[in-house]
């Protein structure tokens, strides 16, 4: 019998793979309007965050950027 831990792990696994299948069966069935609509707000989102961002919050994003992109160079 699985342990309630393995249980708990196991249910995580298949909620996450059932919302892995909902979301790219939804993206496969949306039109080309409905795709331009989802990314034109998701970049407007995006656009107001940085917008809205303090001199510190930016500089800690240019660093963590910088930081990945010398992290991509070097495993490339």
Excluded: G, P
Aim: hydrophobic share 20%; aromatic share 2%; net charge positive.
């Amino acid at each position: 019998m699985e342990s309630f831990k393995e249980n708990m792990v196991h249910n995580t696994e298949t909620r996450r793979a059932n919302d892995r299948n909902r979301k790219r069966k939804r993206l496969a069935s949306e039109t080309n309007e409905e795709r331009e609509a989802r990314l034109a707000h998701r970049r407007e989102r995006y656009r107001q965050k940085i917008a809205n961002e303090t001199e510190e919050q930016k500089a800690d994003r240019r660093n963590r950027n910088r930081n990945a992109s010398k992290r991509r160079r070097t495993l490339s």
